[in-house]
């Protein structure tokens, strides 16, 4: 029997994130959106533990400049339960990240904090299994991440926004809406894009190509 083999699924609440804030709209302007499924950042030791000395192959880039998924996969589980065919995303990270959305947390009966990519301290750990057997444990790293907006220093200024706040967007189509509490993200490297997890997406419509229009104030 596989060793994931008759692990129980079950539902368990998650606290929600901040609450959201009102703006009144005086400019719009449309970003793409990207969708981010649950992916792994691992940090150089804990590739090297789970894969060897190898680097990993890129598969495809990703939409900001130097980061790229990779062909290489792994197994996440807990007590409870596991998911396979975690996607491995490059390069290496100072330290090893987890994101999973909130139905991914509720099938491993975990409940990781809402976070930007990077702020790890008290999120829960889990098991990281490689398809060659390798396996390590971290103590913590797993987050459901915060929505975000990628942005250079250019198009902020433009807008008139700032590293960290909060801001609105809107979605067309059937399932549009409005989605608050975006967070600002500057960086030189940055390109603007919008990043939502696979939950918020589906609930908005959100397909390959998609836009949204910012809402600032």
């Given at each position: 029997m596989n060793q994931y083999e008759g692990l129980?699924?079950?539902h368990h609440t998650i606290p929600p994130f901040y609450h959201s804030e009102c703006y009144t709209l005086t400019m719009n302007t449309s970003v793409p959106v990207s969708?981010?499924?649950r992916h792994i950042h691992l940090s150089y030791n804990d590739r090297i533990a789970l894969f060897g000395n190898i680097e990993l192959k890129k598969l495809r880039d990703l939409s900001q400049s130097g980061q790229y998924a990779t062909t290489s996969t792994v197994t996440i589980s807990t007590d409870s339960a596991f998911i396979p065919n975690v996607r491995v995303l490059a390069p290496?990270?100072?330290a090893t990240q987890v994101?999973?959305?909130?139905?991914?947390a509720r099938?491993?009966?975990i409940t990781p904090p809402i976070r930007l990519s990077g702020d790890l301290s008290n999120t829960p750990g889990i098991t990281i299994t490689a398809p060659n057997g390798n396996s390590i444990q971290i103590s913590q790293g797993v987050i459901i991440a915060a929505r975000h907006l990628h942005i250079g220093p250019a198009e902020a200024e433009q807008f008139q926004i700032t590293d960290g706040q909060p801001i609105s967007a809107r979605f067309s189509g059937p399932r549009g809406?409005?989605?608050n509490n975006i967070i600002v993200r500057i960086a030189p490297e940055f390109t603007p894009d919008l990043h939502l997890d696979t939950d918020e997406a589906n609930a908005f419509g959100v397909v390959q190509g998609s836009t949204a229009e910012l809402l600032l104030s």
């Open positions: 129980q699924k079950k969708t981010s499924a290496d990270r100072s994101e999973i959305s909130m139905t991914d099938h491993l009966q809406g409005v989605l």
